[in-house]
T-cell receptor
Framework: NAGVTQTPKFQVLKTGQSMTLQCAQD?????MYWYRQDPGMGLRLIYY???????DKGEVPNGYNVSRLNKREFSLRLESAAPSQTSVYFC?????????????FGPGTRLTVL | GQQLNQSPQSMFIQEGEDVSMNCTSS?????WLWYKQDPGEGPVLLIA?????ELTSNGRLTAQFGITRKDSFLNISASIPSDVGIYFC???????????FGTGTRLQVTL
């Protein structure tokens, strides 16, 4: 039982390049989330998926797209990377929508955009 | 977007000392959660609080859900070196899918 896994762990991009961050969970959770973490800012929600086939914007969605490929996988895509997207990205999953259910986090992807 | 105010931003303490940190908000939350993040890892849930006034312990950790539902605190007693990390509070509104996270308290423990 691996929990929430993320790939890659590290990535360096040039401005304008695109890439997809992958996330998978093996806990049969319904809800999945993408956050970014910047120094002194805590975690900010980019997009979330309440269930397979649905996605919604979070607090900072501009410059990102997501795909809930199936119940296990939720990917985050940067179409044209910008230096402002340099951050640590965390994927999380939760059994249901209510915050009464604990969110489980992956180990993160450290992205640098030059 | 809203962020929770968490204080202090950082703490340097000696092993064995007690630690206290808190989180305040201008909005009401139905749930307060406390997470710890070790270097290079994702946050891990420490304590969850579901009722105003609730006081919950998890080993050396104690957290309280403020009566006004706008604040919460976390205490760590008799700190040890493995307590080092960043502690985040998060507020939830129960039926919403989103958590609002605090800015974090960085804890350093010296021997």
């Amino acid at each position: 039982n691996a929990g929430v896994t993320q790939t890659p762990k590290f990535q360096v991009l040039k401005t304008g390049q695109s890439m997809t961050l992958q996330c998978a969970q093996d806990m049969n959770h319904n809800s999945m989330y993408w956050y970014r973490q910047d120094p002194g800012m805590g975690l900010r929600l980019i997009y979330y998926s309440a269930s397979e086939g649905t996605t919604d914007k979070g607090e900072v969605p501009n410059g990102y797209n997501v795909s809930r490929l199936n119940k296990r996988e939720f990917s985050l895509r940067l179409e044209s990377a910008a230096p402002s997207q340099t951050s640590v990205y965390f994927c999380a999953s939760r059994q249901g929508l209510s915050s009464y259910n604990e969110q489980f986090f992956g180990p993160g992807t450290r992205l640098t955009v030059l | 977007g809203q962020q929770l105010n968490q204080s202090p931003q950082s703490m340097f303490i000696q092993e064995g000392e007690d630690v206290s940190m808190n989180c305040t908000s201008s909005s009401i939350f139905n749930t307060w959660l406390w997470y710890k993040q070790d270097p290079g890892e994702g946050p891990v849930l420490l304590i969850a609080l579901y009722k105003a006034g609730e006081l919950t312990s998890n080993g050396r950790l104690t957290a309280q859900f403020g009566i006004t539902r706008k604040d919460s605190f976390l205490n760590i007693s008799a700190s040890i070196p493995s307590d080092v990390g960043i502690y985040f509070c998060a507020g939830g509104t129960g039926t919403a899918s989103k958590l609002t996270f605090g800015t974090g308290t960085r804890l350093q423990v010296t021997l």
